[in-house]
């Protein structure tokens, strides 16, 4: 059975900092790429950063240079560090793990979400 669960989240001041975690299970971690993803209330999906399972990291527009993503493959376990936070960070974050095989076929799962809010 696939799980994707998040923890972490709460609410910080603006400025401050917050690390969210998802630990996984049920497929082989390590060969799939991991993301996160947030959604703000009353605004559609918003992609935030992404590991690879080649290694490579990328970002979006909106968080580069203040959010960091990593993964531990022992603990199935992928972190997004979140520094500098704004108003605008508020939002539900969710891990998606996915995996693009050879004929093209592609498995997604999704975590449950956890909340983040950003306020003073």
């Known amino acids: 059975q696939v799980q994707l669960v998040e923890s972490g989240g709460g609410l910080v001041q603006p400025g401050g900092s917050l690390s969210i975690s998802c630990a996984a299970s049920?497929?082989?971690?390590?060969?799939?790429?991991m993301s996160w993803v947030r959604q703000a209330p009353g605004k559609g999906l918003e992609w935030v950063a992404e590991?690879?399972?080649?290694?490579?990291?990328n970002y979006g527009v909106s968080v580069k240079g203040r959010f960091t993503i990593s993964r531990d493959n022992a603990k199935n376990t992928v972190y997004l560090q979140m520094n500098s936070l704004k108003p605008e960070d508020t939002a539900v974050y969710y891990c998606?793990?996915?995996?693009?095989?050879?004929?093209?076929?592609?498995?997604?799962?999704w975590g449950q979400g956890t909340q983040v809010t950003v306020s003073s």
């Open positions: 998606n793990a996915y995996r693009t095989y050879s004929d093209a076929t592609r498995n997604i799962y």
């Open positions: 049920g497929f082989t971690f390590s060969r799939y790429a």
């Open positions: 590991f690879t399972s080649g290694g490579s990291t």
